[in-house]
């Protein structure tokens, strides 16, 4: 399949002149050096995360919190280690993969797990701010807190820029 000036990935972009004067391999090591900035960022973020986490068990109110709590922390201690590893496989991905001519497969392949460690990285915090939520107020309005916190990540992390890439794909 061919490859798309734009993304240098098969089947992506619209084949539209970017206005740089790259190689395949200069524009794969440009998305390279993007997408790891990209990924530190969400690694820094779930790895404090993870952190809180993994320290709320030795808590001595630990012992008191509900058994719907107690679940909803497993969920949430699992959902961050899944983050955690999806985040993280961008590095070991490429460590293994560097030397064999792969730049421009292994940038799409890794944008996939990055993107995949951001969906893990939204259920992470929904989950986190149920949990907090229902110990700290104890009320009827944590599920539609948590529920208008979940839209709002949904609206900047995914539907804005979805609907940018829209705009500006029907304005070409």
Same mark, same amino acid.
């Given at each position: !399949?061919?490859?798309?000036?734009?993304? %240098? /990935?098969?089947?992506? %972009?619209?084949?539209?002149?970017? %206005?740089?004067?790259?190689?395949?391999?200069?524009?794969?090591?440009?998305?390279?050096?993007?997408?790891?900035?990209?990924?530190?960022?969400?690694? !820094?973020?779930?790895?404090?995360?993870?952190? $809180?986490?993994?320290?709320?068990? $030795? /808590?001595?109110? @630990?012992?008191?919190?509900?058994?719907?709590?107690?679940?909803?922390?497993?969920?949430?201690?699992? #959902?961050?280690?899944?983050?955690?590893?999806?985040?993280?496989?961008? *590095?070991? @991905?490429?460590?293994?993969?560097?030397?064999?001519?792969?730049?421009?497969?292994?940038?799409?392949?890794?944008?996939?797990?990055? #993107?995949?460690?951001?969906?893990?990285?939204?259920?992470?915090?929904?989950?986190?701010? #149920?949990?907090?939520?229902?110990?700290?107020?104890?009320?009827?309005?944590?599920?539609?807190?948590?529920?208008?916190? @979940?839209?709002? $990540?949904?609206?900047?992390? $995914? /539907?804005?820029?979805?609907? *940018?890439?829209?705009?500006?794909?029907? %304005?070409?």
């Amino acid at each position: !399949m061919p490859r798309s000036p734009e993304h %240098g /990935a098969p089947g992506r %972009g619209e084949g539209a002149d970017t %206005g740089r004067h790259e190689s395949p391999e200069e524009r794969a090591d440009r998305r390279w050096n993007e997408l790891i900035q990209e990924v530190r960022v969400a690694q !820094m973020g779930v790895q404090i995360l993870f952190g $809180f986490l993994l320290t709320v068990v $030795f /808590a001595p109110r @630990f012992t008191t919190i509900t058994e719907t709590d107690r679940m909803i922390y497993v969920v949430t201690v699992v #959902l961050g280690a899944a983050t955690t590893g999806a985040l993280i496989g961008p *590095v070991t @991905f490429h460590r293994i993969v560097t030397g064999r001519r792969i730049k421009p497969e292994t940038v799409v392949w890794v944008s996939r797990l990055t #993107l995949v460690g951001i969906v893990l990285l939204l259920a992470t915090v929904t989950s986190a701010l #149920l949990l907090i939520l229902r110990v700290a107020l104890r009320g009827t309005a944590v599920p539609w807190v948590v529920a208008g916190l @979940f839209l709002w $990540f949904l609206l900047c992390w $995914f /539907a804005l820029p979805l609907w *940018v890439l829209r705009r500006y794909r029907r %304005g070409r």
